[in-house]
């Protein structure tokens, strides 16, 4: 199974209420994470990351946070825009069997915005 | 800047014919990945370069090779295509396996 999965597969809210997409992950090694935004037809596009010295981070109207203790982490949109519709997945950087690390995708959380 | 650059932006193969997807980057990004995308699959490791001159196997490397020739450019290639191999095909690239990586806008690949 996945190390990486995400409680909602679809969220659908309201332009301008804040947004929530949850994400869990099995590996308590890991210590860097990242979410990725990917709109219909286009690659994944970075939006913020974090390494577990850490527990939130923020950035423009986003912000992750991340729990160790229960192996969650989550991403905040706050007053969500239409422009905001998109999949995002969240990405755990774990060692390969090569020896270098790799990023593991959960299978993403479909955003819809309502205007 | 262009960043990612993925070509073919589409393609549809039969199967049995073998094709190269082409990756550049701009950035003098030392790693390069080549991943798979399926419904409800997410994204999924193919090969990786750590380097010019390197290769090194992903999750699901059976069925595909891959060059790096040059530090710039990555290439996946299919010897003989399978109706399974359908899949939007995504680079990547990141100076370091310890920060983001950066996405080109992927392939759409059918095979018949």
């Known amino acids: 199974g996945e190390s990486v999965g995400l409680h909602l597969p679809t969220l659908s809210v309201q332009e301008g209420d804040n947004s929530i997409i949850n994400c869990a992950y099995s590996?308590?090694?890991?210590?860097?994470f990242i979410w990725y935004k990917q709109e219909s037809g286009k690659g994944p596009q970075f939006i913020i990351d974090?390494?577990?010295?850490?527990d939130k981070r923020q950035g423009q109207r986003v912000t992750v946070l991340l729990n160790k203790t229960v192996k969650h982490l989550s991403l905040q949109i706050a007053a969500t825009q239409p422009g905001d519709s998109a999949v995002y997945f969240c990405?755990?950087?774990?060692?390969?069997?090569?020896?270098?690390?790799?990023?593991?995708f959960g299978k993403g959380t479909k955003l819809s915005v309502i205007p | 800047n262009a960043g990612v650059t993925q070509t073919p932006k589409f393609r549809v193969l039969k199967t049995g014919q073998s094709m190269t997807l082409l990756c550049a980057q701009d950035?003098?990004?030392?790693?390069m990945y080549w991943y798979r995308q399926d419904p409800g699959m997410g994204l999924r490791l193919i090969h990786y370069?750590?380097?010019?001159?390197?290769?090194a196997k992903g999750e699901v490397p059976d069925g595909y090779n891959v060059s790096r020739l040059k530090k710039q450019n990555f290439l996946l290639g299919l010897e003989s295509a399978a109706p399974s191999q359908t899949s939007v095909y995504f680079c990547?690239?990141?100076?370091?396996?310890?920060?983001?990586?950066?996405f080109g806008d992927g392939t759409r690949l059918s095979i018949l």
């Open positions: 990547a690239s990141s100076y370091s396996d310890r920060l983001p990586q950066h």
């Open positions: 590996n308590s090694a890991s210590d860097y």
């Open positions: 974090i390494r577990s010295n850490m």
């Open positions: 990405a755990e950087n774990i060692i390969g069997g090569a020896g270098s690390y790799q990023l593991t």
């Open positions: 950035m003098n990004h030392e790693y």
């Open positions: 370069s750590v380097g010019e001159g390197t290769t």
